[in-house]
């Protein structure tokens, strides 16, 4: 069973704002990775890395940014959200096999 | 390249009738795993299995039971005697034996939306 969370859940927000996803997970998995993801459809890669203090794009153009400070934490930042960033936003982490496993997920709403 | 695909966008099927979607993938690895995912409404992913490419057996896990097969590049998956419960995306995923930074692309395939009727 994987252990890995996401919050908030679900957020609305004015244009502008700046707005942090967090993600932690407690497996001591190196690997994570963001993705953004319309629902139901294509999950596109936006950030990931490979442990503390590394941080790569993905294969996604994303306004937004990420760090990793802990092996635990691996949180997003919007610093002016936009309604074209409206997503549902995917954390996961990987073990050295390679098999993701995936949070549950932030819904953003921008107006 | 990897490339993953789901040519079935949307499938419909009555309640206890068996069901296959399929997975084609392409990749140059001589190494690389296959992966199925569950994703309900909810919107969470579930991991489903991971075949590696040296392993060609079947498996059958309950109702769900997987067909990997190299000669064709497929890794399809059925649900026998389909319920509710299974209507879902699911996305078909491959992942090569990783570069030397110890980072494994995956590559996921479109998705195949299953809608179970009662």
């Known amino acids: 069973e994987a252990d890995i969370y996401q919050t908030p859940r679900y957020l609305v927000i004015g244009t502008g704002k700046k707005i942090t996803l967090e993600c932690s997970q407690t497996?001591?998995?190196?690997?994570m990775y963001w993705y953004q993801q319309d629902p139901g459809m294509e999950l596109h890669l936006i950030h990931y890395?490979?442990?503390?203090?590394?941080?790569e794009k993905g294969d996604l153009s994303s306004e937004s940014t990420v760090s990793r400070i802990r092996t635990e934490h691996f949180p997003l930042t919007l610093e002016s959200a936009r309604p074209s960033h409206t997503s549902q936003y995917l954390c996961?982490?990987?073990?050295?096999?390679?098999?993701?496993?995936f949070g549950p997920g932030t819904r953003l709403l921008v107006l | 390249a990897q490339k993953v695909t789901q040519a079935q966008t949307e499938i419909s099927v009555v309640e206890k009738e068996d069901v296959t979607l399929d997975c084609v993938y392409e990749?140059?690895?001589?190494?690389?795993?296959l992966f199925w995912y569950k994703q309900p409404p909810s919107g969470e992913l579930v991991f489903l299995i991971r075949?590696?490419?040296?392993?060609?057996q079947n498996e059958i896990s309950g109702r769900y039971s997987w067909n990997f097969q190299k000669s064709t590049s497929s890794f399809n998956f059925t649900i026998t005697a389909s319920q509710v419960v299974d209507s879902a995306v699911y996305f078909c995923?491959?992942?090569?034996?990783?570069?030397?930074?110890?980072?494994?692309?995956?590559?996921f395939g479109t998705g195949t939306k299953l809608q179970v009727i009662p």
């Open positions: 996961a982490s990987s073990e050295y096999r390679g098999t993701q496993y």
């Open positions: 497996m001591g998995h190196d690997k």
């Open positions: 890395s490979y442990g503390v203090n590394s941080t």
């Open positions: 990749t140059r690895d001589t190494t690389y795993y």
């Open positions: 075949r590696n490419s040296f392993d060609e």
């Open positions: 995923a491959l992942s090569g034996p990783g570069d030397t930074g110890g980072y494994q692309k995956v590559t």
